[in-house]
């Protein structure tokens, strides 16, 4: 039996003790009989059952009221019992074990999470909730839309979560841009940069997983790939017309051709393709490639998992250039030629 507060412990002793004398004198002193046989049982299991909550189930004295408790990940039910013992959130390890072997938790589960609780709490009330994962606080919704830089991405995270320190997000961010998979996250309003990174960057290794296979096969890294996605991210809309850009792209990479899209000017400098001048596309930057043959260094942005796709399965055909209107309609051409009749037609 594990240790208990020694300040409940010894009330439930002392009022045990009461109950006890109180017993002698009924048996001694009035004419037994079955009624008050059956009263002073019923008297005895009152008091141990309240004996019993009071030493095992009911809330501890320093109960952490409005602090997060954290549960890790793979706890078992154990180590999470263990854990809320240390916090003072319950009494003891196993009473909380003989409460899911009862059935009062959901089968074997203890959901991980950074736990609210707003007042002292029963240790039913606390299983029930570890459980089924009840953090009891709201979460805050943050949606990180498709085709954002890391830089993007820290100003919005840091207007949504308290304790978002930016600067320190971006010294952890450093060297994974494109690395950090733009989703809809619940973030708990204690999560600092830390958090916020490591969940982000999971998600991009759950979502990449099940591409791993292929991307070998391709003959290109991971990196290449998500280079490429980032590229096309912002140079298609649809689905059809990223794989026919991605098919463009790889061809040209591969005889030699500079690649020649706009899509890294605002990552360079902020500009878009509206708004480039002929110096623009001169600017000295091995992220230029107007000025430098093959891939960037690294992505510019954060794709998404269709971008993903079509990196890794262009589709080929017949075009070596393309342009988007300004309605956002695709041109596709087969000679310089061809693309130049486009520009002018389609483009200021």
Same mark, same amino acid.
Request: a neutral charge.
């Given at each position: 039996?594990?240790?208990?507060?020694?300040?409940?412990?010894?009330?439930?002793?002392?009022?045990?003790?009461?109950?006890?004398?109180?017993?002698?004198?009924?048996?001694?002193?009035?004419?037994?009989?079955?009624?008050?046989?059956?009263?002073?049982?019923?008297?005895?299991?009152?008091?141990?059952?309240?004996?019993?909550?009071?030493?095992?189930?009911?809330?501890?004295?320093?109960?952490?009221?409005?602090?997060?408790?954290?549960?890790?990940?793979?706890?078992?039910?154990?180590?999470?019992?263990?854990?809320?013992?240390?916090?003072?959130?319950?009494?003891?390890?196993?009473?909380?074990?003989?409460?899911?072997?009862?059935?009062?938790?959901?089968?074997?589960?203890?959901?991980?999470?950074?736990?609210?609780?707003?007042?002292?709490?029963?240790?039913?009330?606390?299983?029930?909730?570890?459980?089924?994962?009840? %953090?009891? /606080?709201?979460?805050?919704?943050?949606? =990180?839309?498709?085709?954002? !830089?890391?830089?993007?991405?820290? *100003?919005? $995270?840091?207007?949504?979560?308290?304790?978002?320190?930016?600067?320190?997000?971006?010294?952890?961010?450093?060297?994974?841009?494109?690395?950090?998979?733009?989703?809809?996250?619940?973030?708990?309003?204690?999560?600092?940069?830390?958090?916020?990174?490591?969940?982000?960057?999971?998600?991009?290794?759950?979502?990449?997983?099940?591409?791993?296979?292929?991307?070998?096969?391709?003959?290109?890294?991971?990196?290449?790939?998500?280079?490429?996605?980032?590229?096309?991210?912002?140079?298609?809309?649809?689905?059809?017309?990223?794989?026919?850009?991605?098919?463009?792209?790889?061809?040209?990479?591969?005889?030699?051709?500079? %690649?020649? /899209?706009?899509?890294?000017?605002?990552? =360079?400098?902020?500009?878009? !393709?509206?708004?480039?001048?002929? *110096?623009? $596309?001169?600017?000295?930057?091995?992220?230029?490639?107007?000025?430098?043959?093959?891939?960037?260094?690294?992505?510019?942005?954060?794709?998404?998992?269709?971008?993903?796709?079509?990196?890794?399965?262009?589709?080929?055909?017949?075009?070596?250039?393309?342009?988007?209107?300004?309605?956002?309609?695709?041109?596709?051409?087969?000679?310089?030629?061809?693309?130049?009749?486009?520009?002018?037609?389609?483009?200021?």
């Amino acid at each position: 039996m594990d240790p208990i507060n020694n300040t409940p412990a010894k009330e439930a002793s002392t009022f045990l003790a009461k109950i006890d004398r109180l017993t002698g004198y009924l048996f001694t002193r009035i004419i037994p009989n079955h009624r008050n046989i059956a009263i002073t049982i019923c008297a005895v299991a009152i008091v141990l059952l309240f004996g019993t909550y009071i030493s095992f189930f009911s809330a501890p004295k320093d109960f952490p009221i409005k602090e997060f408790i954290e549960i890790e990940k793979g706890a078992s039910i154990q180590t999470a019992a263990e854990a809320l013992k240390e916090k003072q959130v319950i009494k003891s390890v196993t009473a909380m074990k003989m409460m899911y072997k009862l059935g009062l938790g959901d089968g074997d589960n203890v959901i991980a999470g950074e736990y609210f609780f707003e007042a002292k709490l029963p240790l039913w009330t606390v299983v029930w909730r570890v459980s089924r994962g009840n %953090l009891g /606080v709201e979460y805050i919704r943050v949606t =990180i839309p498709e085709g954002l !830089t890391l830089a993007q991405m820290g *100003k919005l $995270l840091e207007k949504k979560l308290p304790n978002f320190n930016r600067g320190r997000y971006t010294l952890l961010t450093r060297g994974q841009e494109g690395f950090l998979f733009p989703d809809t996250y619940f973030f708990a309003p204690t999560a600092t940069e830390d958090d916020v990174v490591e969940e982000m960057r999971q998600n991009f290794e759950d979502k990449i997983d099940p591409f791993r296979k292929d991307v070998g096969i391709s003959g290109r890294s991971l990196e290449e790939i998500i280079t490429m996605a980032s590229i096309i991210e912002k140079e298609g809309i649809t689905s059809e017309s990223r794989r026919v850009i991605s098919g463009i792209l790889w061809k040209r990479i591969e005889a030699g051709m500079k %690649l020649q /899209v706009d899509a890294v000017f605002p990552y =360079i400098f902020g500009k878009n !393709t509206f708004d480039l001048t002929r *110096k623009d $596309l001169q600017f000295d930057s091995p992220y230029n490639t107007y000025r430098y043959e093959g891939l960037p260094p690294g992505p510019i942005a954060s794709p998404s998992i269709d971008s993903i796709e079509a990196a890794l399965y262009p589709e080929m055909s017949p075009y070596w250039f393309y342009l988007s209107d300004m309605r956002s309609q695709m041109h596709y051409a087969r000679t310089y030629d061809e693309h130049l009749k486009y520009k002018n037609k389609y483009l200021p």
